[in-house]
């Protein structure tokens, strides 16, 4: 079934245009892409349009990123249950516009042209985003830990993010807390009722079952009480990662890995800005959690040894130059840059835990799943989420450190990390 229709076309030069242009629709093209998400199908959509102006009218290309949901009845009832696409459906439509009332600056995400949602039609959910391929943007080897200049210039775009939610809060009576429909934590869920609650048991089951096949770690797993201590520190981060009732509580990401980001460059190599994108997953929770989880899914221990204090330094001077403009103020726990690293101390833990949660599940390299979902239909994806991705990924993960050494080197770094600070 193809997931567009001349009237979701002529909607989507509506969204790209405002009404700013006298555009009309001419013809246009769907094209797969490839690979797809972990909960979507990917398109790019070319749409050829007139432009009339007061000389003349002339042809123009649009091109669009689109994601429709796939088909198979298993895999709508859990995205429907977990509630990520209402998550991104809110975000675009409600949380961005509300927050572009009281900020005058940028928020580095894609333009959402179009999104077509409904809960009685839920298959047929189709979002639509400006393609950032044509302004240059580029992803990258998921692979690959980030080098310190990406990293950097990442942080003020943190940072605007997070901005948005406290300068909204503090120009408005809005507290987004309850503002938010879908604040909540959909992944880190002891909740039994949500489709992706295994995703916390089977994190914590990967890490185990490497470790005991690992050389460098069995011994110590093997020890008393080890296994208990993994398992106690992914429950501290669980709960790290919940609305606080202590700290300020901001709309983030929530899923602020290498794939959704994309990456600008110079000629000479060096990245000049970047785009976040895929909000299926945003929770109101504080700032320092995003953070943290950006730098330590996306880095190796080597390079936020040299860069973290910089890093963190860059992100809290945006965010204290963004609020001063707008009049408003930092949150308590953050009002100055030596209390805003006691913070990132505080949290440091959930930082490595997300890491250790995310490498090995995130970063698996093609061939590590031993079997694709047979006879994958059009409109489906090539994978079971539950399956392959939520339950008893370890095998997985072993077979996939067998086939990339890089892949390997990632996973078992994270794991070191996370046993020396736990004291294993």
Not at 26 to 48: A, C, D, E, H, W
Not at 228 to 248: G, H, M, N, P, W
Not at 354 to 374: D, F, H, I, L, W
Request: charged share 25%; proline share 5%.
């Amino acid at each position: 079934m193809e997931p567009t229709s001349e009237e979701d076309i002529r909607a989507i030069l509506d969204g790209a245009f405002k009404g700013s242009r006298d555009v009309g629709l001419i013809n246009y093209r769907l094209l797969s892409n490839s690979p797809n998400g972990f909960n979507g199908l990917y398109y790019t959509i070319l749409i050829k349009y007139s432009e009339k102006s007061s000389e003349a009218e002339a042809e123009a290309e649009l091109s669009c990123f689109a994601k429709a949901l796939p088909l198979d009845e298993r895999h709508l009832a859990d995205l429907r249950g977990s509630r990520l696409v209402h998550k991104e459906h809110e975000f675009f439509l409600r949380l961005v516009p509300t927050f572009e009332k009281f900020i005058d600056f940028e928020l580095p995400l894609p333009r959402c042209y179009y999104f077509r949602f409904d809960e009685r039609a839920f298959g047929r959910t189709l979002s639509v985003m400006e393609d950032l391929q044509e302004q240059g943007f580029v992803t990258r080897d998921k692979l690959v830990p980030m080098n310190a200049q990406e990293l950097s210039v990442t942080m003020p775009a943190m940072a605007r993010l997070h901005a948005a939610s406290m300068v909204t809060e503090q120009k408005s009576d809005i507290r987004l807390r309850t503002f938010c429909r879908n604040p909540e934590e959909a992944l880190w869920t002891l909740d039994e009722s949500r489709p992706f609650y295994p995703w916390l048991q089977s994190a914590i089951d990967t890490v185990v079952e490497v470790a005991k096949r690992r050389d460098r770690f069995a011994q110590r797993i093997g020890a008393p009480g080890a296994e208990r201590k993994v398992t106690t520190a992914f429950e501290q981060t669980r709960l790290k990662l919940q609305i606080s009732d202590t700290y300020c509580n901001v709309v983030c990401h929530g899923d602020v890995w290498n794939n959704n980001l994309m990456y600008r460059y110079s000629e000479a190599g060096e990245p000049t800005a970047v785009r976040i994108f895929d909000f299926q997953n945003y929770r109101v929770v504080p700032p320092i959690t995003d953070l943290l989880m950006f730098i330590f899914v996306n880095s190796s221990r080597q390079v936020r040894a040299q860069v973290m204090d910089r890093l963190v330094s860059e992100y809290w001077r945006t965010l204290d130059e963004l609020l001063r403009d707008a009049g408003c103020r930092l949150p308590p726990e953050m009002a100055d840059l030596p209390t805003t690293r006691r913070l990132v101390d505080e949290y440091w833990l959930a930082g490595i835990v997300t890491a250790a949660g995310y490498v090995p599940m995130c970063q698996m390299p093609p061939g590590s799943r031993e079997k694709n979902v047979p006879q994958a239909g059009e409109n489906q994806l090539d994978f079971d989420v539950m399956d392959d991705f939520l339950r008893g990924r370890g095998e997985a993960v072993l077979r996939g450190m067998g086939i990339s050494q890089m892949f390997a080197d990632n996973v078992e770094d994270i794991i070191q990390e996370l046993f020396e600070y736990i004291g294993i």
